[in-house]
């Protein structure tokens, strides 16, 4: 008796919590990201915070800064030249590429 009364009331619990499951067929994961148009202005070369350049030279070994702009947001736009290949990188002050 003890017995079925507890699996009755396993069965009971299981069913219960049922309608609140989710499902991994059922999941749907989005991330929506929303970003602040920021303005850039340019300056010197000379004027990127040390760690930006550090960053720069390690991601990209062989490059050089063509261009450096700051932002409204306090990052860093840059344009590096490999060779013939122009890329722009984005920085955050503290160096991390974006």
């Given at each position: 008796m003890r017995k079925s009364?507890?699996?009755s009331a396993v069965i009971v619990l299981v069913g219960m919590s049922?309608?609140?499951a989710t499902f991994a067929k059922?999941?749907?994961n989005k991330t929506i990201v929303m970003q602040d148009e920021v303005t850039y202005k340019e300056i010197k070369?000379?004027?990127l915070p040390t760690e930006?350049?550090?960053s720069l030279q390690k991601a990209f070994k062989d490059a050089t800064i063509a261009n450096a702009f700051?932002?409204?947001d306090g990052s860093y736009k840059v344009i590096v030249k490999?060779?013939?290949e122009t890329k722009t990188v984005f920085v955050k002050a503290d160096g991390e590429i974006m």
């Amino acid at each position: 008796m003890r017995k079925s009364l507890l699996v009755s009331a396993v069965i009971v619990l299981v069913g219960m919590s049922m309608p609140n499951a989710t499902f991994a067929k059922d999941a749907v994961n989005k991330t929506i990201v929303m970003q602040d148009e920021v303005t850039y202005k340019e300056i010197k070369v000379e004027e990127l915070p040390t760690e930006v350049v550090a960053s720069l030279q390690k991601a990209f070994k062989d490059a050089t800064i063509a261009n450096a702009f700051v932002g409204d947001d306090g990052s860093y736009k840059v344009i590096v030249k490999i060779g013939e290949e122009t890329k722009t990188v984005f920085v955050k002050a503290d160096g991390e590429i974006m």
